[in-house]
């Protein structure tokens, strides 16, 4: 399953996703994993939450990005929550390409090991594919 969290930059997206994962790992049993462009929210995640800064890896494209995916799953078999801040910049899409191919890469991976997603990303509802509106959780 797919959840995003969308708005302009500048909004407040970041702290929404802080707050929501905080939040769902006091509940849960499976293991967190939170993947940012940096580690500056290392201390405001609780200690249950796995912080990867994706930009310390050599990912040159979305499809490397994928890879890392499934590679973050293989290795994690209790994984149930994956928060993605700054999709666009972690996930290596240039501006203008199109994100429908990786959301639905991500769709399908979620499904098939059963690790629900939950993605920062500043778009507008308008700017968001129509097909991935109804997933939408926090519209700043």
């Known amino acids: 399953m797919i959840q995003f969290i969308i ?7 970041t702290k929404v ?6 939040h769902e790992v006091k509940e849960a049993n499976g293991n967190f994993v939170y993947l940012d462009k940096n580690t500056q929210h290392m201390f405001e995640l609780h200690n249950r939450v796995r912080l990867i800064d994706v930009t310390t ?3 040159t494209d979305s499809d490397e990005f994928i890879g890392f ?3 973050i799953i293989s290795q994690d078999h209790d994984l149930e929550n994956v928060y993605l801040d700054n999709f666009m910049k ?8 199109d994100v429908i191919p990786v959301l639905k890469q ?6 098939q ?4 997603f ?23």
Do not use: H, Q, W
Not at 106 to 111: F, K, L, N, S, V
């Open 7 to 13: 708005g302009e930059k500048g909004k407040g997206k």
């Open 17 to 22: 996703l802080l707050e929501k994962a905080n």
């Open 57 to 59: 890896y050599p990912l």
């Open 69 to 71: 995916l499934c590679g």
């Open 90 to 97: 972690i996930a290596r899409i240039a501006e203008g390409e």
């Open 106 to 111: 991500i769709e399908a991976i979620g499904r």
């Open 113 to 116: 090991f059963s690790v629900n």
């Open 118 to 140: 939950i993605i920062s990303i500043s778009l507008t509802k308008e700017d968001l594919p129509e097909e991935f509106r109804d997933m939408i959780i926090a519209e700043l």
